[in-house]
């Protein structure tokens, strides 16, 4: 499962960023730390961090954690109250958008997110009121902007391709599977523009939706995968809005007709809209009938 | 049912694809009226065609039937195609299910000219009433003005659609008239200052009055048909600044002629001008966000774009007196103007600075481009070539790389058989950076 681009390292040594005595003078020693997986978790590890005076060497989620010989592991239970403090308080020493900026970049699910967001903290700490969010000779500032930057270009893609069904009973749904964890950035969206039709976006990866019931947005958690409601092309045909396969249809045939053969150019084509994509995209589907173009040149020259 | 509709659709999209224009932003609509859409931010793509164009809109002809004999458009009266037409709920619905469903930011809708120009634009503004009003759609709406309309009509379109364009159609009145003889720049201009006149007076009156209803909040656009006429790359850019200074377009667009005609008027070529079209709106983004005149891009001396390298580089090359720039230093404006260094490079390059001098590991970790700039930036005093080159040399190195001449053209023939050219021929959202996300308008 590839989770960022080939163009960023994949995860950078930030422990290796400061050797050991090196500390800053507020840490003690180091330490390791295990969570939940949930952002109020990893919140709560850093203020325990803080309280101990250690330095986090590792931030894992429960399970996925690699213990190091002989490493002893601190699991920290997240305490929504604690993680609230967190929060609140690092706008005290960062800009809204800076601190938003963190919580994307835990989003991006990278497997060196929490250290990163932690090195970043401390960095602002340490720069003493100065907003660093623009020093981008920093590695761990350039690397947070840069992360952004996908995570914005991920989310900015599911507004562009999500392409939902309409079931019988009014409701539109549509599957998908992000790159990143970007579901939490698409609800305002979606919910502005879809105001009056029900609808549901199911990430099929990550077994969680978004369901919009004409009042308010929701987070919907499905177990299983089998328990997913609809799941893209497993709707069976019996459940959905009877014109539904005219308008997908004609979509095709939309898409089939706006190109221009004499331009063509698939390289373009896949690199604004990659293949991963095509499996939920309508226009990218079988198509009933053959394409026929029209017949519309003179060509007696 | 079912089969009409979709004969008319692939018909009246068919013929509408020459337009270049798919953009959706600009817009300023918000949904708060419980309806649907929202069109208050940045445009959107759902899809790309084959031709790795954007799509955002749902971008049809009305009607394909025309009384107009352009010698350009595959719609003139003298050609033999099919013909259709849709009704008003017809494109209603489809916009109103396409949107639904996440494939469209919007309408684009147009229309050959039937009876008369009056007659044709009020069906077009009749379909945009009816979206807003009956279907409450704050989708975006983009209608083309006919040529000839009245005032009133115009007037009444900007109400409801979000950006009108009218288009300019070739690079010259000379041109127009002898390909289009219904058609002359006179006409098209009055409505394009009348557009641009109504924008500025609803700007005024919204200041005072918040309640005053928006016009064509998007602005207008136009496009003209490159390659199917004499005009130099001079002429046309210039005919594009005047455009955008004396009339206020939020857009120019160019459209590489595709051959549509056997017409004698008309040039036979095979393959569409994309190079050129192309470097054009490149040089259309250096008026635009990069602070260049139209006279810095080419001259009556230098009247056609290179097509080999950007019209960037080549000013840089014909200005080496102003080169090598220091990025520790250097002014936003005159940074921007390195090339390789694009307006995200620039912007991060003036922010890093001040915390500490950037040295050229920072430069390629931002992004910028050391194969090109660095024949033309020095850092913290530095400069990374040892000797002084001169233009051809320079030029050659950008272009084949360190090697020897002889390799160089080697590597040129084998670039003429390279399978498939990568040019970006998505006029709305790719800046010659390819800024993927930033739809400018």
């Avoid at chain 1, 690092?90 to 809204?96: F, W």
């Avoid at chain 2, 817009?27 to 084959?50: F, P, Q, V, W």
């Amino acid at each position: 499962m590839q989770r960022h681009a080939p163009g960023l390292p994949a995860a950078v040594p930030i422990t290796a960023l400061r050797r050991p005595g090196e500390l800053p003078p507020s840490f003690r020693s180091s330490g390791r730390f295990t969570y939940d997986g949930s952002f109020d978790g990893l919140l709560t590890v850093v203020l325990a961090c803080w309280e101990q005076r250690l330095w986090p060497e590792a931030i894992q989620p429960e399970g996925a954690a690699q213990g190091g010989l002989f490493a002893e592991t601190q699991h920290i239970e997240t305490d929504e109250e604690r993680a609230r403090r967190v929060w609140d308080g690092l706008l005290r020493h960062m800009p809204g958008e800076a601190r938003t900026s963190l919580y994307k970049t835990f989003l991006s699910e990278r497997p060196d997110r929490e250290l990163l967001i932690f090195r970043y903290v401390q960095l602002a700490i340490e720069a003493g009121g100065q907003d660093i969010s623009e020093n981008f000779g920093n590695d761990t500032v350039r690397l947070v902007a840069d992360i952004n930057k996908q995570l914005f270009r991920e989310k900015h893609r599911m507004e562009a391709f999500v392409r939902f069904e309409k079931s019988h009973d009014g409701l539109f749904h549509a599957t998908v599977e992000p790159d990143f964890d970007v579901l939490p950035l698409i609800a305002e969206h979606f919910t502005k523009r879809y105001a009056d039709q029900r609808w549901l976006i199911f990430d099929r990866r990550r077994g969680y939706g978004l369901y919009y019931d004409l009042q308010r947005t929701d987070i919907l958690s499905f177990d299983a995968a089998s328990d997913a409601p609809r799941s893209g092309s497993a709707v069976s045909a019996a459940v959905l809005d009877e014109r539904e396969p005219l308008f997908q249809t004609l979509w095709q045939t939309y898409f089939d007709h706006v190109n221009i053969p004499e331009r063509r150019n698939l390289k373009l084509h896949r690199r604004h809209m990659p293949k991963r994509y095509w499996r939920f995209l309508t226009e990218k589907q079988p198509r009933e009938r053959r394409f026929e173009p029209i017949q519309n040149k003179n060509n007696a020259a | 049912m079912n089969e009409r509709i979709q004969e008319k659709l692939s018909i009246l999209a068919d013929a509408a694809k020459y337009d270049a224009s798919c953009s959706s932003s600009g817009g300023k609509r918000k949904n708060d009226n419980g309806g649907l859409g929202n069109a208050e931010g940045m445009g959107i793509c759902h899809s790309y065609t084959e031709d790795g164009r954007c799509v955002s809109l749902l971008k049809i002809l009305l009607t394909n039937h025309c009384i107009f004999d352009c010698a350009y458009c595959v719609s003139r009266k003298s050609n033999d195609v099919k013909r259709a037409a849709f009704t008003v709920q017809e494109v209603v619905d489809l916009t109103m299910n396409f949107y639904r469903r996440n494939y469209i930011e919007g309408l684009f809708l147009s229309s050959g000219i039937f009876s008369s120009a009056d007659y044709t634009m009020e069906r077009l503004v009749r379909i945009a009433k009816k979206l807003r009003l009956e279907e409450k759609f704050n989708g975006y709406i983009h209608l083309k003005t006919i040529p000839g309309a009245s005032e009133e009509l115009i007037q009444e379109a900007g109400l409801y659609a979000d950006r009108l364009s009218v288009n300019i159609e070739l690079p010259s009145d000379d041109s127009l008239q002898k390909l289009a003889p219904e058609k002359n720049y006179a006409e098209i201009l009055t409505p394009m200052s009348q557009i641009q006149l109504k924008v500025a007076e609803n700007r005024e009156e919204r200041e005072l009055f918040r309640k005053v209803p928006q016009f064509a909040p998007a602005g207008q656009t136009t496009q003209l048909v490159v390659g199917a006429t004499p005009e130099s790359d001079h002429q046309i850019i210039k005919l594009a600044d005047g455009l955008y200074k004396g009339y206020g377009l939020k857009r120019v667009y160019y459209s590489g002629y595709v051959p549509v005609s056997g017409d004698q008027r008309l040039p036979q070529v095979v393959q569409p001008p994309l190079m050129r079209e192309h470097r054009l709106y490149q040089s259309d983004w250096l008026m635009r966000f990069y602070g260049f005149d139209a006279d810095e891009i080419l001259d009556p001396a230098h009247p056609h774009l290179d097509l080999e390298i950007d019209p960037k580089l080549a000013w840089a090359l014909r200005h080496r007196e102003i080169f090598p720039v220091d990025v520790n230093t250097a002014d936003y404006e005159l940074i921007l103007r390195i090339p390789g260094i694009g307006m995200k490079s620039a912007k991060r390059i003036v922010a890093a600075r001040r915390f500490a001098p950037l040295t050229l590991d920072h430069l390629h970790k931002f992004g910028v481009v050391l194969r090109r700039a660095r024949y033309f930036i020095t850092c913290r005093g530095m400069a990374l070539e040892k000797r002084e080159y001169d233009e051809q040399t320079v030029r050659r190195k950008i272009l084949y790389g360190d090697g020897q001449t002889r390799s160089a053209l080697v590597k040129r023939q084998l670039d003429l058989f390279a399978p498939e050219p990568t040019i970006i021929t998505a006029p709305d959202l790719v800046s010659p950076q390819l800024d993927l996300f930033r739809q400018a308008s």
